[in-house]
RNA sequence: GGCCCCGUCGUCUAGCGGUUAGGACGCCACCCUUUCAAGGUGGAGAUCACGGGUUCGAAUCCCGUCGGGGUCACCA
């Protein structure tokens, strides 16, 4: 059974873009072959946890509409899926590695670790440990007075002279000489395992048959490598995903690119248009199409169409597809996203009446309140200083006071200010104009006739006589 | 710096030995038009990073160079 994962950490202030760009490809390759998607959260560096952080990211997860099968709120067979709820378990491998000689308990103090770095950077080498605690014999070990072993850690032992090498899904195999590797920590000294211990044991555990992340872990993979060796596990298969970049092509960062997913949603992006976009990076459809749907994607993904190089994230195409994702948009849907995004700023029969006259005209749910707001304030006045004006819009509104009540209709109201242009001989952009600033306060408008009717018979001649003054 | 990954229009990409190198975003022009959009038509934009091979033939295969990126923590 085909089982992929993501693995949030709790250690910023929501779900990265790059996590949900993962977390999409995982999710799609799992449903596409009936498996599990499983959000396991990886809660192991108590010193950057953000509190809030892991609610948050829970959250815009389910805003997206990526559905999970197993989680910390969504039991499984394997739980708990909290890392910091598993320390037992890593400490018993841990150790286990200990007792068969591939990892070894280290003593040196974090000043000390920081001075052979130091040391190593002077001379040109890398900076690697210098495996000092290497072969210390249990007699050597550190102790306090009261016999207990002193805070250390556990190293993994890098063996000599190996190429270690993987296959990965989409870059073909990818290896490295064991030299070139450092004696990895993998459990710290508060008890706590590091990523790389951490990583493999749950995806062992939890049966992950797919691991799909971000390029930025293939440096670290030999060492995941080399640990299921250890333990005598099979391998997942490795996919590694191109990384997001900014404009200028370094991985995408906050100081860069806003990089929150939900940032994205409170801008007015739609989930499926940012999904859809997020789709489209570093992978492409095997009949280039460029919008389509969740299920559609789940119906066509394929991993060999995944690209290996990192794509810079387009905000001018995010914006497009969005667009095409408002106009697609059945209209009572897109009511509801527009109520939904505004609370209870706009009423709902406003909402209702206006929606069809802006759906071809906004590229974020955001951008309808550039076009509607008129519709419940009072337009500042346009500062027109021609005396044609006034008496133009004193001839419209001869004209428009006219018509009845219940014939207020965007057809009437046009044929009427249709007339009384051609009566004044003037053209009708600069006539419309005219109207269009009295009345809204802007130059860029929803259609003029239809806004009027919207707008009622007396709030329309009522902004025209302000204008007037 | 060591190691690893990558290199087709400004951007996202198609291509997988023979194409006038195709599409999308963006840009420009025209059409439509009561503003702005949307829609329609057309256009500019890529010596396929560069240099060597292999081959009758290379964006496609091989090698090198250059360039970009990632990673080298008791962070993930």
């Known amino acids: 059974m085909?089982?992929?994962?993501?693995?949030?950490?709790p250690t910023g202030e929501d779900l990265h873009i790059g996590n949900l760009y993962t977390a999409l490809f995982n999710w799609a390759f799992a449903r596409k072959h009936k498996g599990h998607f499983i959000v396991r959260v990886e809660d192991t560096d108590q010193k950057r946890l953000i509190q809030g952080s892991e609610q948050r990211i829970m959250q815009t997860l389910k805003d997206f509409g990526l559905d999970y099968d197993e989680g910390i709120d969504k039991d499984g067979p394997f739980s708990p899926y909290r890392q910091s709820e598993r320390l037992d378990l890593y400490k018993k491998y841990a150790e286990q590695l200990v007792e068969q000689g591939h990892a070894y308990y280290c003593f040196c103090t974090p000043d000390r670790l920081e001075k052979v770095r130091k040391h190593m950077m002077e001379e040109k080498k890398m900076s690697m440990y210098d495996r000092h605690c290497r072969n210390l014999k249990s007699h050597d070990q550190p102790a306090a007075s009261d016999g207990k072993l002193t805070p250390h850690t556990i190293r993994m032992k890098i063996p000599d002279d190996r190429k270690i090498s993987f296959q990965d899904e989409v870059r073909g195999e990818i290896s490295v000489e064991s030299n070139t590797l450092d004696d990895q920590v993998i459990l710290k000294s508060d008890g706590y395992p590091t990523y790389h211990l951490a990583v493999v044991v749950d995806d062992h555990l939890m049966e992950i048959s797919h691991v799909i992340r971000g390029e930025e872990w293939i440096s670290s993979t030999p060492k995941h490598i080399l640990l299921h060796e250890f333990f005598g596990w099979e391998k997942p298969t490795y996919i590694h995903m191109p990384l997001l970049r900014n404009s200028d092509r370094s991985k995408l960062s906050k100081r860069k690119n806003p990089v929150w997913a939900s940032w994205y949603l409170q801008q007015g992006f739609l989930p499926d248009a940012v999904l859809n976009f997020l789709a489209l990076m570093g992978w492409s459809h095997p009949k280039e199409e460029e919008i389509f749907s969740l299920e559609e994607f789940v119906e066509v993904i394929d991993l060999s169409r995944i690209n290996t190089v990192g794509p810079i994230f387009d905000m001018r195409k995010l914006e497009w597809m969005n667009g095409e994702y408002i106009r697609q948009s059945p209209i009572s849907n897109l009511q509801s996203q527009i109520l939904k995004y505004f609370g209870d700023q706009y009423p709902k029969d406003i909402v209702e009446k206006t929606t069809p006259l802006i759906q071809e005209r906004i590229k974020t749910l955001k951008e309808y309140d550039e076009y509607c707001r008129f519709f419940i304030e009072k337009p500042n006045k346009y500062e027109i200083n021609l005396s044609e004006y006034r008496e133009i819009l004193k001839t419209l509104y001869d004209g428009l006071e006219k018509i009845g009540d219940n014939d207020w209709k965007a057809d009437n109201i046009g044929e009427n200010m249709q007339v009384v242009a051609k009566d004044l001989n003037i053209s009708f952009s600069k006539f419309f104009m005219y109207v269009r600033v009295a009345i809204t306060g802007k130059k860029v408008t929803?259609?003029?006739?239809?806004?009027?009717?919207?707008?009622?018979?007396?709030?329309?001649?009522?902004?025209l006589q302000a204008s007037m003054v």
């Open 2 to 9: 085909v089982r992929t994962r993501i693995a949030p950490s």
């Open 446 to 463: 929803p259609p003029l006739n239809e806004s009027m009717e919207v707008l009622g018979k007396k709030e329309s001649l009522q902004r």
